[in-house]
């Protein structure tokens, strides 16, 4: 969205004028900058720490589960 400095509001892309400025105070809006996307960011390693402690203990409660059948 584009900020008018004067106003002191943000303005949508259909609220300015044909040449870009602000319907208000007349004067030149200033347009936000492209951010790109950020890269996808790596799982920390103590999500993965997590997973294989659940892994682990599901595990031998399946062997425990078994144990008590035979």
Known sequence: MA???SCERY???AT???EGACP???SE???PE???APAAERIPWHFWLL???AAV???WRAVQGVALLL
């Open 24 to 26: 208000g105070c007349g």
């Open 34 to 36: 492209k951010v790109p």
């Open 51 to 53: 997973v294989g402690g």
């Open 29 to 31: 809006v200033q347009q």
């Open 57 to 59: 203990y599901l595990v």
């Open 3 to 5: 900020w008018c400095r």
């Open 11 to 13: 303005l949508t892309p």
């Open 16 to 18: 300015l004028t044909s």
